[in-house]
């Protein structure tokens, strides 16, 4: 089927207006997919400005695009008007430095400072107890979602060096951009090990099961609970209790203290987490995503709701 002259117009016309553009399901601030996710997470570590498309607000340009690049999916990024790819080869030029050369940062970050990091004296002794050969040094990789990996090895060129209770550390530039402020604890214990606190690390999203929200909806203080699917879907099947995440429920909630309790839920989870995602990373300290969704309440809540 041949491209709509409009549509064909209309794509033309954001790849020549914008460096970066991100053909996705939501907006960079609220992905409403995955994948769409992923590669704003990697976009973000990159480059502060690129312009997103959101394809589901409009249909024509959601399959107009499919045609145009004559790929089946979406996302898709383009980069100075050529098509780049989806999700998973956009993940494969990330790790292999290929998206950075497209962006054209490859090479070009100023040196990185090295952060101030706290190891405490029980971390230290258990680190020593952990280095067997005089080569073995201790490293400590963030991950763009705090995620933390502390692992014995041989450190890597380019590698951010800090020394702490006379314990050196070691992190890629990344990483200790991510590390400032950060402390490590050791803990003894069945359920003990290396604690890492860090200030950068944004709130995280608290996963409640059907049968818990149920619990909370019942008690004396029930939390917001917000469903972030289709008008369609909510036709279909809803818990009673939900708001739709609509525009007014969105000016309801930049109103709100911090410390508001606010559950999100969709079909099965997703789109639910991203949403909640984004609310955690705006300081919202109680922040709630429903697991399994509104199918998860039609099997262990409430069997009269509708399975779809």
Known sequence: MALNSSVHEQITDLLQSHRVVLFMKGNRMFPQCGFSATVVKILNEFTPTYQTVNVLTEPA??????????????????IDGEFLGGCDIIQEMYANGELATKLGTAGSSLPVASPTVTITERAALALQAACTSEHDVVRLEISPAFEYD???GTHQPGDVRVTSQGMALYF?????KRAQATTIDFVEGNEGGFKITNPQEPPRV????????????QGPAAPLLFDVRTEKERATAKINAARPFDSDAQALID????DTA?????????RSQAAAERYAAQGFMNVYNVQGG?????????????RY
């Open 206 to 217: 608290r996963q409640l099961s059907a049968q818990d929200l149920n619990t909370m909806l």
């Open 255 to 258: 109103g709100l203290p911090k």
């Open 150 to 152: 502390l692992t014995i």
């Open 262 to 270: 606010l559950v999100f839920h969709c079909h099965h989870g997703s």
């Open 172 to 176: 890629d530039p990344d990483s200790a």
């Open 294 to 306: 509104i199918d998860a309440w039609s099997l262990t809540v409430d069997p009269s709701v509708s």
């Open 61 to 78: 340009l959601r399959n107009g695009i499919k045609e145009y690049s004559n790929w089946p999916t979406i996302p898709q990024l383009y």
